[in-house]
């Protein structure tokens, strides 16, 4: 059913079930993985600044790196990770255009209201934009910081 599924990832904990949903159809399919990271070169990114792009990237890779080791752990096959630039809902469709991808397992927060008008969504924007299937996979709510 799924030949080719591709699992963004921003490298928080936050995103661990759609990579967990991600390992486990791609087991199940005998699927290959892909798996996208998306350094955001629209937004708060001042290539200015010496170095800023550098530690962006390094920490893709890194976020890259766990996946693919997760994805060996559980005995996928295969298994292909990408560093990219740009508006990240763009550079993910994207991806899924020239790489023919038959799904996309990604985490949302399931905002609502102003925050997700001011906050926007790349899951949505995918959602919304994408020719290929996308499963999406509430993240779990962080825990508030304020006192009760």
Request: no cysteine; charged share 20%; net charge negative.
């Amino acid at each position: 059913m799924y030949d080719r599924i591709l699992v963004p990832t921003d490298g928080s904990d936050g995103t661990r079930g759609a990579v967990e949903h991600a390992i486990d159809l791609a087991t199940t399919h005998d699927a290959a993985l892909h798996t996208i990271y998306v350094v955001d070169t629209n937004v708060g990114t001042d290539a200015s600044v010496p170095g800023t792009l550098g530690v962006l990237e390094q920490a893709g890779e890194a976020a890259i790196d766990e996946v693919i080791q997760q994805a060996k752990a559980a005995g996928v096959d295969t298994i292909e990770g990408v560093l990219a630039q740009g508006a990240p809902h763009q550079a993910i469709l994207a991806y899924v255009d020239e790489h023919d991808i038959d799904l996309v397992v990604m985490g949302t927060h399931g905002r609502t209201g102003l925050d997700r008008y001011l906050l926007g969504s790349v899951t949505e924007k995918v959602v919304r934009l994408s020719d290929a299937p996308v499963l999406t996979v509430h993240l779990p709510v962080e825990p508030s910081t304020e006192s009760s």
